[in-house]
């Protein structure tokens, strides 16, 4: 199911003014060629502000620094000094000869760390964004917002330059609601898309085209924090596609969850989406289990297992069945190998162990156990298991089929008995026969009852009970019993 992404904030980046000569001639003193280059805009470089008047300001920081060149050709990387509240910074460069072209354009590259190299025939930049970023208090990673500039075209080398910085990348905030974190830290948050979203491209310095991709789909974000995250990201439509999201603990354990993004999730350069992710762990109504002994690895087959809730706590699962040594099984929340998720067992496991020939579990000892589901603690328990009928304790029940006789008229009693079940007074599982199936015990739901010698035949992997010679008992109603064909029972 989809959820929807609301953007809560964007801002845009245009161009800067550009204030110095342009296409004439410069004054040049060749006894003092050090040129002083400005980026004169609010909106510029390196961490967000505060928002003002709808946008949110982008001032630059002491630790930045400029890859700079000349005619498509690199020169250096400089230390860039912010002036003007950081709404401005500054950098000069000093140029040990006159170029020998009649036209010069400066260009810059924040960070210089991005920038991996230059073509110049193509007229691209090869840059890189970090697939492991920072999330900063109120900010992406200074290291994954990158700009790029080009300046006016000069005919001399000029003492003054005007860079006009735009943004590359998209960038991203994003909350984590209804996370049970279990008193435990945040380390880190992944998020990998259908498309790629980080990793080294190729940047057209003419039309800010973005070709030849060499990235991948996952983004992990150091942070401790499960409100205000920022991330970098190239600009990529991931409207109506799904995203996971994995949180990272101290204890590296991991939090998944699997969202729907809206058409609205378009993440455009210079622009800051901002969304909330609801990672409130959601359960399945059932699941299921599924070996040889148990639909013969068939999910058609009608003796694939359907593990109910367990005492109406959410996202524990359980079922009482007759297991066959070292016959392998495993479970699944689907009946579909290639959807959903299928395991053997989970982080914490008792009772059963490995298939030493395949990804599968197994128990040693034939009989009667009982299997508790926990996904909210991620604890698989298989434990032995006792079954009473009117009291009687079934111990001649092989492959799950047991056969007795009534003693009286009534209903049948049934009840599972282990640790974790509770005694026969106690027990959390208690059946009884409705429509010939074996069901869990409801109040207000009349169960099928039996008159006295009647030939009874329960098979409890199949849920399913059969009656001959004689009459079953429907309330007030006398029916004739009910066949179905089981197979053979030796």
């Not at 500054?90 to 760390?113: C, Q």
């Not at 599972?416 to 106690?426: V, Y």
Request: with cysteine; net charge negative; hydrophobic share 35%.
């Amino acid at each position: 199911m989809k959820k929807n992404l609301k953007l809560v904030a964007l801002f845009a980046f245009g161009l800067l003014l550009m204030n110095s000569c342009q296409k004439h001639d410069c004054p040049y003193n060749p006894n003092k060629n050090m040129i002083h280059f400005t980026a004169n805009e609010l909106q510029t470089k390196s961490v967000f502000g505060d928002v003002e008047n709808g946008k949110v300001p982008v001032l630059w920081t002491e630790n930045t620094q400029v890859k700079l060149l000349l005619n498509e050709e690199e020169l250096a990387s400089v230390d860039v000094t912010p002036i003007d509240n950081a709404k401005k910074a500054e950098f000069n460069y000093k140029l040990t000869d006159k170029p020998s072209a009649t036209s010069l354009v400066f260009e810059g590259v924040s960070p210089a760390t991005a920038f991996k190299s230059v073509d110049k025939s193509a007229k691209t930049y090869t840059l890189e964004l970090p697939a492991t970023q920072t999330s900063l208090e109120k900010s992406v990673d200074e290291q994954s917002q990158i700009i790029v500039s080009k300046s006016e075209t000069f005919t001399d080398v000029p003492e003054e330059v005007s860079l006009s910085f735009t943004h590359v990348l998209a960038y991203g905030r994003f909350d984590l609601n209804n996370i049970d974190l279990q008193g435990k830290e945040v380390k880190s948050v992944s998020l990998t898309a259908e498309k790629d979203i980080v990793g080294s491209f190729t940047y057209n310095i003419e039309n800010a085209k973005i070709t030849n991709v060499t990235v991948a789909k996952t983004l992990v974000i150091n942070t401790t924090k499960t409100t205000g995250i920022y991330f970098s990201i190239l600009p990529v439509d991931l409207s109506n596609t799904n995203i996971k999201i994995a949180v990272t603990t101290a204890d590296d354990q991991v939090i998944e969850k699997t969202i729907g993004l809206n058409e609205k999730a378009n993440f455009e350069a210079g622009k800051l989406t901002s969304f909330n992710i609801n990672v409130a762990k959601t359960y399945p109504t059932e699941l299921y289990m599924i070996g040889e002994t148990f639909g013969s690895w068939n999910w058609a087959d009608e003796g694939v297992v359907t593990l109910k809730q367990f005492d109406n706590k959410e996202g524990q699962y359980y079922t009482v069945k007759y297991f066959n040594a070292n016959k392998p099984f495993k479970f699944a929340d689907t009946k579909d190998w290639n959807t959903g998720r299928n395991f053997r067992e989970l982080a914490n496991n008792q009772g059963f162990e490995k298939d030493p020939n395949a990804d599968n579990s197994i128990v040693t000892e034939d009989g009667f156990y009982v299997v508790l589901v926990d996904m909210k603690n991620d604890k698989l328990t298989i434990e032995k298991a006792q079954i009473f009928v009117n009291d009687t304790e079934v111990t001649n029940a092989p492959n799950g089929i047991y056969k007795f006789d009534t003693t009286a008229d009534g209903e049948l009693n049934i009840v599972a008995t282990s640790p974790l079940l509770g005694d026969k007074d106690s027990s959390k599982a208690k059946f009884m026969v409705k429509d010939t199936k074996l069901q869990e015990k409801k109040d207000g739901v009349e169960a099928d009852s039996f008159t006295k010698d009647k030939n009874i035949t329960i098979d409890f992997n199949k849920d399913s009970v059969i009656a001959f010679a004689g009459v079953a008992v429907k309330g007030s109603v006398i029916a004739e019993a009910t066949y179905s064909d089981i197979g053979t029972i030796n």
